[in-house]
DNA sequence: TTGCTCCTCACGTCACGTGAGGTGGC
DNA sequence: TTGCTCCTCACGTCACGTGAGGTGGC
């Protein structure tokens, strides 16, 4: 992993087109703080992004239309995210053991708390799954009996 | 399967609460078209319904909330249960080998719809699962890494 | 007859969509 | 300097939630 690619500057259309959102998600997220505002925008001026903002948008969505989770839900959830955010931040940045031990510590426990949600959806969707492949073969059957 | 069994009438509160959601929302269903409102209730008395009623209401919400389609995107999709009741009560009311065989031709696509969108919801949902576990894998080797 | 559930407005809320009128920056 | 994109209100919409005031039926 390098970090030679210095991020270039993203505008708020940019990163919606890039993230499959319009501006106006974007601009409701950061008022319900769902994604950081830049801290020192002048009232009027554009809000600037880069390429971590358009993955945490990414992110944002995805967990969003596959979980059907609220947005206040969403907030809670996305802890783990912030938190893996944190890690690798502060990660390099301290010298302590014990301090990294207690990051990568706290960063599990949410992503267990996704995991578990998302395999229950997963349960749920084969459960219809097999359902509707029942009725398929119910009806196919039916239709070699009225055709034999 | 017997016929036996006489549908005792429900009201709106029970049937609600049998399938999980408020009455609200049985009247909003209907206000829309998703539910067929009694055809001859008279302004202001109450509505009745019957076990198929929340078997309909389940469905519904069901695939609501495992595909996250809108209430308009959901009355196209339940073409398919609304063909399989058409099925189920002409099915042996006609005679006709080729109205039958028109019957069961009709509802195969629409479950078939169903099963596609179904589809490709898990595919979604096991691709974030393996990411997640991934995730988790990379912070256990983390956590054994700082403890040894 | 008394409760309990139901009825119909009608306004509130969440998660944005959609203009209206104005300013910013390559 | 001219466009294009951005800005901030602010009202609209979808899918209901939540009372307000009144009637129905065991």
Redesign the interface.
């Known amino acids: 992993v390098s970090a030679t690619a210095v991020d270039r500057l993203l505008r708020i259309g940019e990163v919606a087109e890039r993230s499959g959102v319009t501006p106006r998600t974007i601009r409701y997220y950061e008022e319900i703080g769902l994604l950081a505002s830049g801290p020192t925008r002048e009232k009027g001026k554009h809000r600037l992004y880069d390429e971590a903002d358009v993955e945490r948008v990414r992110e944002l969505t ?1 967990l969003r ?2 979980l ?1 989770v609220t947005l206040d839900e969403l907030k809670q959830l996305v802890a783990a995210e912030d938190a ?1 955010a944190v890690l690798r931040r502060r990660f390099h940045e301290t010298e302590s ?1 014990s301090e ?2 207690r990051l ?2 706290e ?2 426990p949410h ?2 708390a ?2 578990e949600l ?2 229950k ?2 349960a ?3 459960k ?2 097999r359902e ?2 029942g ?2 073969t119910q ?2 059957k ?2 070699r009996e ?2 034999g």
Do not use: K, S, T, Y
């Open positions: 995805r239309d596959l059907g893996r053991q990294r031990l990568v510590d960063a599990l992503v267990d996704q995991l998302v395999r959806r997963i749920e969707l084969r219809l799954e509707l492949e009725r398929r009806l196919q039916r239709r009225l055709r």
